[in-house]
């Protein structure tokens, strides 16, 4: 039985529908520009993608992207189309290129998103997928249950090695368990990375002989594969447990790369998101785009937050967390653990708890911990005892009742 | 003096433009989520990223993308930003994050497009840019002046390696001068790698036996890092002077560490550019993308071409073209070959030479070739002789009296 590859599309078309679809389907298989010998019906069964389906949605008048053929009515549908695996074997970047290569500029289509990907066992084979997931997260940081209460290292850039870790303190002696680097800093000549690590690890191991438990810094080596090797052993040298990279920056390639190496869980970041997503006719669901990351082994992946400050809707986020934990293969789940951030407060947990089903997650917030009139400590135990209540199934004004550092927290979150 | 990065961008706000400005600058540089005692004067100076123009081009009362604030009136600016370099050192894959990174999903932004990059020197110290360039390319070719007249191999998969060879032989034979792999076919099952590069390498040599010339075929090696480099030696040793990644699928830091492996020129695919540049209100300019590609030192750059078959215009296609040969720097070019394709005839030569100023280029024709009534060699030699006619300013019904490949081809193009 042939294994094949299946994409779920969101398309408009000036054209005939059933026509853009098998321009498509051609474009990104055995197509030709010319009847060529070489064409055979032999090949074309062999190697032709197929369109699997196609539910019209909806017609409109005007056309949601511009350039492509004009028209009086852009119909609107639901597209499945497949490939056979044997086109181009296991191969993420080779997928990347047939699922989402030459197709979204074709004048046929006046918008085209890729909503999901279905991929056959090979691929679970060839690829890794993440080495440590909730269970070696867990594991790491010493967090039994619940989600890792986390933070973020603010300002973004500016702060020089000795001032990230006075901030990497107080947030220790506070009690986290997360800690990340911002995207924006991996190796700024202000705050050299080695400086960084060895000064926030101190910090970090000295914390840890005290209180047994080890807080997780997912220090940020996005860079050339070189340097993130570098820096991960380094990080690693230091007694440190994670390593964060920008997905979008490094690219697959370097994220394999950087997985094959990798002693430690892998923080992804997905900084740019919103230039593959942003417009609701064009680019990628989170869906379709999360597999290739989990194959090629990230451990956490960032999903956004319910009522944050992006354009995101929280249905959208939801969706994403889901994604990630979703089992990509029938014997190999190779889930990712869903990372939340942007404006959280112990506020969300409940809607967060409720639409996941657990609380398998890292949840980062800022103000919401560093806005707390008690401070740090307080902000942290708050957020924590936000989550408790949410997984307790306890509504968060009854238990903040007898619990002063949660009962403070409602008052400014 | 501190040197800094710039970015342009066009920007479409619901706020007060001057408060979406800043607020990006915040989020891309030293802002926090609350005033911190850390966020100094200093900091803020030293480290902040500067709003160093904003020109208002027009009020829309509609917003292009979904998400944003709510407004009565969306403003359309260009506005132009600056990062010191201090904030992220001479690093592409930070630089992505930090000019491309979480800004397109705020929801001060109802559309934001990233127009223009300029950088300081430094990142011409760190990135060695294209090793090969036209220079190189016409060496290992053997194409002294014009174009490389190229093609590529059809249909895009399903061929096994024989009958690639039995294609590249008649176009070998037909005297092209360049000849790439489509995307899609990488390292099928059906149509291993190495069986490919044997077997076409073998028509390639034996036809420079004959002719002195060497056909350059840009093999796709894409896949995973270590199989890029496996791919590299094996065209290396077989005699090939050419291979071809996709961007998108590759990324950054895989590019980068195939440039420092190679000894040959890399032939830049940029399938799905598509999903980054297709909404005038979000994503890329290619102007802006490309430079992160030419340091990272790819040689060769598709820019797709005159009255193609997809959704660029004619202006984005030459816009595309000229910004891959501008030179990045003072003292260092690192100009990129430009690669025409799609839809490609030698009507479009006239036009492209007048735009493009020169016929430093690579010029892929399918139909365009393989259409010729008197085959393949009339097809190569008619899309040559139109360039000849375009360099030498002479029309083409005029050169074309006394040359009848040529004349033939004004037939069918």
Redesign the interface.
């Known amino acids: 039985m042939t294994q094949r590859i299946v994409a779920k599309y969101w398309m408009e078309t000036g054209d005939d529908p059933m026509r853009a679809a098998e321009t498509i389907a051609g474009e990104?298989?055995?197509?030709?520009?010319?009847k060529?010998a070489?064409?055979t019906p032999e090949?074309?069964e062999?190697?032709?993608a197929r369109v699997e389906a196609l539910d019209i949605l909806d017609v409109v008048d005007a056309p949601s992207?511009?350039?492509?053929m004009a028209s009086k009515r852009y119909t609107r549908c639901l597209l499945t189309l497949s490939w056979p695996?044997?086109?181009?074997?296991p191969?993420?970047?080779?997928l990347?290129?047939?699922v989402?290569?030459?197709?979204?500029?074709?004048?046929q289509v006046s918008g085209?998103r890729l909503l999901e990907l279905q991929l056959p066992e090979a691929f679970a084979q060839a690829y890794p997928g993440p080495a440590f997931g909730m269970a070696g997260t867990r594991r790491l940081s010493g967090v039994q249950q619940g989600p890792l209460i986390g933070t973020i290292i603010?300002?973004?850039?500016?702060?020089n090695p000795q001032?990230t870790a006075e901030?990497v303190k107080m947030l220790v002696d506070g009690g986290i368990d997360f800690i990340k680097d911002d995207?924006?800093?991996?190796?700024?000549?202000?705050c050299s990375f080695e400086e960084r690590v060895t000064a926030v690890m101190r910090v970090v191991n000295d914390a840890e002989q005290r209180s047994g438990r080890k807080t997780m810094v997912a220090f940020n080596i996005?860079?050339?594969?070189?340097?993130?090797k570098h820096r991960h052993d380094w990080v690693l040298r230091h007694g440190g447990t994670c390593v964060m990279a920008?997905l979008?920056?490094?690219?697959?390639?370097?994220?394999?790369?950087l997985r094959r190496h990798s002693a430690l869980p892998i923080h992804a970041?997905r900084?740019?998101?919103?230039?593959?997503?942003?417009?609701?006719?064009?680019?990628?669901d989170f869906a379709a785009w999360q597999p290739f990351w989990r194959l090629a082994g990230v451990d956490h992946l960032h999903v956004n937050g319910l009522r944050n400050?992006?354009?995101?809707?929280d249905e959208t986020v939801i969706a994403a967390a889901r994604s990630v934990i979703r089992p990509l293969f029938k014997d190999q789940a190779m889930a990712a653990v869903p990372v939340f951030s942007s404006?959280q407060t112990g506020l969300q947990a409940h809607d967060t708890f409720k639409a996941l089903g657990n609380a398998d997650l890292i949840c980062t917030a800022?103000?919401g911990i560093?806005?707390h009139p008690q401070g740090v400590s307080a902000g942290v135990t708050a957020l924590r005892e936000a989550w408790d209540a949410a997984q307790a199934g306890i509504d968060l004004r009854t238990y903040a009742a007898t619990r002063p550092a949660l009962q403070s927290a409602l008052g400014f979150w």
Chains 1, 2 share one sequence.
């Open positions: 990104q298989s055995s197509g030709t520009f010319l060529l070489a064409e090949l074309k062999r190697s032709g992207l511009p350039g492509g695996l044997e086109n181009l074997g191969c993420l970047p080779t990347m290129a047939t989402a290569g030459n197709l979204f500029e074709l004048r085209l603010k300002p973004s850039v500016g702060l001032e901030q995207e924006l800093q991996a190796n700024g000549p202000h996005t860079g050339e594969l070189d340097q993130m920008c979008n920056s490094v690219g697959l390639v370097g994220m394999s790369a970041h900084a740019g998101w919103g230039f593959l997503s942003r417009s609701p006719a064009l680019g990628w400050k992006f354009s995101d809707s404006a800022g103000g560093f806005g």
